[in-house]
């Protein structure tokens, strides 16, 4: 089993539709959880970090983390086209600054 | 100043040349990281530095070798590198510590070994 996965993708979704984009990872004792977004060519920015259960909302993104059943999902509502990337989720390790990231998925918008 | 820098944007370089891959940050983030990144795969994290120590190399040939002259600064040399090695090389920086466990990643270096 991998430790960070998510569906490859690619998703496409119109645009102003809402995306939802998961990620489960294997490690129980993983404290800290991240999305990433990175166009083609680009680095990975960070959009959203996540610490505890629940939800955590930052304009049009909400990350969503359930520790039990190690899963962490970002919602981008009203999505456009410049949200068109790849989505990298990733998970620190539970010794020290040592992230896993997921293989991403791959968002389309279609205006 | 929120960003990490990285030098050279591209390089390309021959196998048996020495060179070395650049970054800076002035966030007073306390650790630094290099990742490689192939076409359509994720980051894969090579080393990090916390404090200015080496904390974790994740079994990186010795072709590839970390210097952090102090906690702004991070290098990585180069030498004898083979054409696999070629891939986007990405430098990242966080606070450390408790709650600063948030990665910022520099433009990255485009490296292509011929």
């Known amino acids: 089993q991998k430790e960070v996965e998510q569906n490859s993708g690619p998703l496409s979704v119109p645009e102003g539709a809402i995306a939802s984009l998961n990620c489960t990872y294997s490690?129980?004792?993983?404290?800290?959880f991240f999305w990433y977004r990175q166009y083609s060519g680009k680095s990975p920015e960070l959009i959203m970090s996540?610490?505890?259960?629940g939800d955590k909302e930052d304009g049009r993104f909400t990350a969503q983390l359930n520790k039990a059943s190690q899963y962490v999902s970002l919602l981008i509502r009203d999505s456009q086209p410049s949200d068109s990337a790849t989505y990298l989720c990733?998970?620190?390790?539970?010794?020290?600054?040592?992230?896993?990231f997921g293989p991403g998925t791959r968002l389309s918008v279609l205006p | 100043d929120t960003e990490v820098t990285q030098t050279p944007k591209h390089l390309v370089m021959g196998m048996t040349n020495k060179k070395s891959l650049k970054c800076e940050q002035h966030?007073?983030?306390?650790?630094m990281y290099w990742y490689k990144q192939k076409a359509k795969k994720p980051p894969e994290l090579m080393f990090v530095?916390?404090?200015?120590?080496?904390?974790i190399n994740e079994s990186v040939p010795s072709r590839f070798s970390p210097e952090c002259p102090n906690s702004s600064l991070l290098n990585l040399h180069l030498h004898a590198l083979q054409p696999e090695d070629s891939a986007l090389y990405l430098c990242?920086?966080?606070?450390?510590?408790?709650?600063?466990?948030?990665?910022?990643f520099g433009p990255g270096t485009r490296l292509t070994v011929l």
């Open positions: 990242a920086s966080s606070l450390a510590g408790v709650g600063g466990d948030e990665q910022f």
């Open positions: 490690d129980r004792g993983s404290q800290s």
């Open positions: 996540i610490y505890s259960n």
């Open positions: 990733a998970v620190n390790r539970n010794y020290g600054q040592n992230f896993v």
């Open positions: 966030m007073g983030h306390r650790a």
């Open positions: 530095y916390s404090y200015e120590k080496l904390s």
